[in-house]
């Protein structure tokens, strides 16, 4: 298991778009990928390849978060996830 802390830099945050190119991306792994945010007390690992939790999340700008892959594909999830949210998720 890796898991890999960083911030959410997208204008918009992960609002429907950004959101499910991060769930499309998530959804070429094997590896089980969790997204949490690290800015609200009670928040819990979300499913990463779901467009719906991500979203009810709530990650605007500025968000820290967690990621966390486990399993055969991990660090190459966790370095595509990371490299993507830096990025901007396309936008």
Known sequence: MVSKQTMITNPTGLHARPASVFAQKAKEFQSTITIKS????????????????ILSAGLGTGANIEITC????????????????????GE
């Open 70 to 89: 486990d399993g055969a594909d991990e660090q190459e999830a966790l370095d595509a996830l990371v490299e993507l949210l830096a990025s901007g998720c």
């Open 38 to 53: 690290l800015d609200k007390e009670d928040a819990k690992a979300l499913d990463a390849k779901s467009v719906l939790m």
